[in-house]
């Protein structure tokens, strides 16, 4: 029995985060450069989003650069800019295709124009799809967030839209990115480091965390349904 037919279509995690890690040690391992390794990345991008569409999932969110990532070589940072620029433009029609509506979180003022503008154009593109949200967390880390999220709440208290007694948790929610989406049941890391790297921190509160040894390049569609039939076997309490 494959991991596909072990799903239990009626017990799907609403949103499934994934952290894809491990494209420069894949390439690595192959003697390649680490570029290499982000262009077969790309495939896997595609298969789970097709997955992840095709058993009904409703939010895929990806962590595809982080705040932190500006700081690699240039050389590095060019190529991952223009990979993403190139996949955008090259994956709009299979998005619409198949009902997958684009969306993405982060700073993306501080992405080079073209990047930022084929980015809006698929955004725009695709906004009328009802069947999967896919969320790129693009120039995006969950303090960057959270700071902006602070500024623009003390700006609300301050001309008085928000008393200081309304701030609580549905308050703070609905001032990050996520806003309107609901948190990750599910967050997944590939190829075996086990930490967060400043993704989503307010929101994986009480996510289910599932680590794999397997590098991005290589997790494709039965990894992503192992996961979660994985994530099915959890005895989720939220603390009561
Ligand atoms: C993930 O793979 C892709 C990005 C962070 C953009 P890495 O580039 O981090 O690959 P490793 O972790 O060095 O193997
Ligand atoms: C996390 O991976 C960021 C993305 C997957 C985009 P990193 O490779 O940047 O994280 P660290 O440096 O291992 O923590
Ligand atoms: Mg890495």
């Given at each position: 029995m494959s991991f596909k037919e072990k799903i239990d279509l009626t017990r799907l995690p609403a949103h499934v985060a994934v952290i894809m890690d491990g494209n420069g040690r894949w390439a690595k391992e192959r003697g390649y450069d680490r570029i290499f390794g982000h262009q077969n990345g790309v495939v896997s991008v595609r298969e789970v989003t097709e997955g992840a569409a095709e058993i009904g999932i409703k939010y895929l969110t990806l962590y595809?650069?982080?705040?932190?990532?500006?700081?690699?070589p240039q050389q590095e940072v060019d190529a991952l800019m223009e990979l993403l620029v190139d996949t955008i433009e090259k994956e709009t029609p299979t998005l619409n295709n198949n009902n997958i509506r684009l969306l993405a979180i982060g700073d993306?003022?501080?992405?080079?124009d073209k990047s930022a503008e084929k980015l809006k154009n698929c955004i725009e593109t695709t906004s009328g799809n009802s069947g999967l949200s896919l969320v790129l967390a693009l120039s995006y880390s969950a303090r960057w967030e959270i700071s902006n999220a602070i500024k623009n709440i003390a700006a609300d208290v301050q001309s008085g839209k928000v008393a200081t007694n309304e701030i609580n948790d549905a308050l703070i929610s609905s001032y990050l990115t996520t806003n309107g989406i609901p948190d990750p049941d599910l967050l997944i890391r590939t190829s075996g480091e086990q930490r967060i790297s400043n993704f989503l921190l307010w929101q994986i509160a009480y996510s289910e965390l599932y680590f794999t040894q397997i590098h991005w390049p290589d997790f494709r569609k039965e990894a992503f349904f192992e996961a979660i039939c994985d994530y099915q076997q959890r005895e989720r309490r939220f603390g009561k």
């Open positions: 595809a650069f982080s705040t932190e990532n500006w700081g690699r993306i003022q501080r992405l080079p």
